[in-house]
């Protein structure tokens, strides 16, 4: 149970209530206060953490960057240099290294809840917690990864063995007890904000930095034709985009968070890529997107609203006209890579009737 804060009726509203004439708040300089503080907080941000769990011969570990900000009712830090309700920053890092001993760590989010609801409990004049998680994206060294191939010879099998190790999916692999391979296809990150006065506490995850390419089946055509326009229609064109995604929680009791967490992954790389033989056809980065948030919200009921961001990384084609003797022929195998300028396209699904934090 939450503690209740101790909170004393002000000497202004204490003089309104019996009639007296009230004066106005002086500051730390003995000036009134003219202004209004109308948001503040403080914490500790970029806390590095690496927990080890040993089961026997098998280790698991998670790397973490934590933040955590903390949001005081009272404000006399800043008006009058009063410090006596500060919890040092110095005193949040270390409590990210004590509830990582004391209690472990699974998950981003359950660990970001665990410091947020910490210093609720702990300290009764702090009104807001905000945890931010980012995980450090490590993952097993698999078996193949540890052979010796010479002239596409297996020199531990003796076998042919020229496919290197497919960390998209670790089924029927053997996986190494203790040793791994840091593989940044996409950063798992969350956010976790308890305020004292609101029983339901706000737990937002997210997925930055999933780079996507595909070579065909995707098109743009049929937009606006005017006199500003100098882009031909494209019918089939490399798609390629960074997907940044966030989404939030309306449940937290019955999600298994690391799973929702691939499961939106695999769900946003399956509407961009489709079946691998076959692929799937794109008429829009906007339909794509589309498509994938829906699909997010058909299959985790906890999730109540969900954001994307895909921005265009073009890839234009070069123009080999002028270099026939050179080159005969058309071009469809050398591209340059643009960055900038590009289009961004972003959306936000969420069920009716939900009011979100994203």
Known sequence: MFATPLRQQTTSAVNQSQGKATHIGMDGHGKPYQYEITDHGYGKDSVKVLHVSREGPVHTIQEFEVG?????????????????????????????????????????????????????????????????????????????????????????????????????????????????????????????????????????????????????????????????????DQYDRIFSTVVDCSWEYSDTDTVDFSRAWQTVKNIIIRNFAGDPQVGVSSPSVQHTLYLSERQVLDVLPQVSVISMTMPNKHYFNF????????????????????????????????????????
């Open 68 to 232: 955590t900000h903390l949001k005081l009712y009272s404000k006399k830090d800043y008006y009058q240099g009063n410090n006596s309700d500060i919890v040092a920053t110095d005193s949040q890092k270390n409590t990210v290294y004590l509830l990582a001993k004391k209690h472990g760590v699974e998950s981003p989010e359950k660990f970001a809840l665990l410091l947020a609801k910490h210093f609720i409990n702990k300290y009764s004049h702090v009104e807001e917690a905000h945890v931010h998680v980012e995980a450090y994206p490590w993952q097993r060294v698999c078996q193949e990864e540890t052979r010796t191939v010479t002239n596409g010879q297996d020199q531990a099998q003796g076998r042919s063995n020229q496919a290197s190790c497919n960390f998209s999916s670790i089924d029927n692999r053997s996986l190494h007890n203790h040793a791994f391979v840091f593989t940044p296809t996409a950063q798992h990150y969350c956010d976790v904000v308890m305020r004292r006065t609101d029983p339901k506490q706000t737990v937002i995850t997210g997925i930055k930095g999933l780079r996507v390419l595909k070579t065909t089946q995707s098109s743009f055509v049929n937009f606006v034709n005017d006199e500003f326009r100098s882009l031909p």
């Open 319 to 358: 123009d080999t006209k002028p270099f026939q003797q050179i080159v005969p022929g058309d071009n469809n195998e050398v591209f340059i890579p643009v960055d900038k300028p590009h289009g961004t396209i972003y959306a936000q699904l969420a069920r009716k009737n939900i009011n979100s934090h994203l």
